[in-house]
């Protein structure tokens, strides 16, 4: 089976497992569902982080409003009295204004961001050191499991403006955010190998031959931005490695040029009494027993 190592930009972004013979319609398909999934896990988790710590999102007439200007405007909150986390309100006020405050109890509220991490490390960017692919079934089971952990403590369901409902109902509106620019169109995306752009309607063997035992650094971007930079020849661990040995060689030549510097004084035509321990027939003489 052929590996390509996704990257989006200089940042790799996950493994994936394919063969020569798949088109490229259909890989372009499978990856930038990949990527747009994985962004949608990461989103969910930062939202149910806030969800665990203050409670659910207040209705988008109230958010950011003052105590005061609630009262004075006569606006209710109807959904806390419906969505009331399981085991029990926790008070912890949402310093932005944004979430009502009334947040689940210690224990659910460690559940959910315990699930949150467990679901963020099952399509981490990590996974390409540890070797491991991330498929669409991946970015599934992160979904359910972050979809199970809303259930168990809100098995009213979450109200219909709470940015974690749209996210698993497939309903945000990523409009005017910096999330909207990380997410790639399919018909708008472009998939590249060795500097060259892999053509639609071609098959991978095209492009990298017909060994499935092959290995590739691919990088995805949208369409019309031409090339991307091309990977540098040394990864930045070697570099800095290699940076570090020729520093500790330049360290030691220093060192060596210094002593040699004196190094001449040791020398017999530097011996001032050279000379005079020749006439005396003292040169060459050895101490210690025979």
Known sequence: MVKL???????????YDTTVEQPIDELLKDIVAIHNGRLKVQ??????????????????NMQGLTEEQVEELKLKDEW???CVPQGGV???KDPIGRRNGQAPNEKMAEMMKKTAKEAKDM????KVEANVYVTQATVK????????AVMIVYPMNLPPHE???????????LTGTQASNEVLEEENTSIWFSGKEMLRGKQLKDFIGKNEKTKIVAKIQKRGL???GREPVVSEDEQKKMMAYYYKKQEEFKKLEAESEDAYLDSPWADSNQLKRQFHGMNNIKWGPR
Request: net charge negative.
């Open 43 to 60: 989103r969910i988790c930062a939202e149910m982080e806030e969800l665990a710590n203050h409670g659910i999102t207040l209705p988008p």
């Open 226 to 228: 031409g090339a991307p």
């Open 90 to 92: 926790r008070e912890n």
């Open 141 to 148: 089971e992160a979904l359910d499991i972050l979809q199970g």
């Open 5 to 15: 190592h996704i990257k989006k930009g200089d940042e790799s972004q996950f493994l």
């Open 123 to 126: 399509i981490s960017k990590k």
């Open 163 to 173: 940015n974690v409902r749209l996210e698993l109902e497939n309903n945000e509106d």
């Open 80 to 82: 806390a009295e419906k």
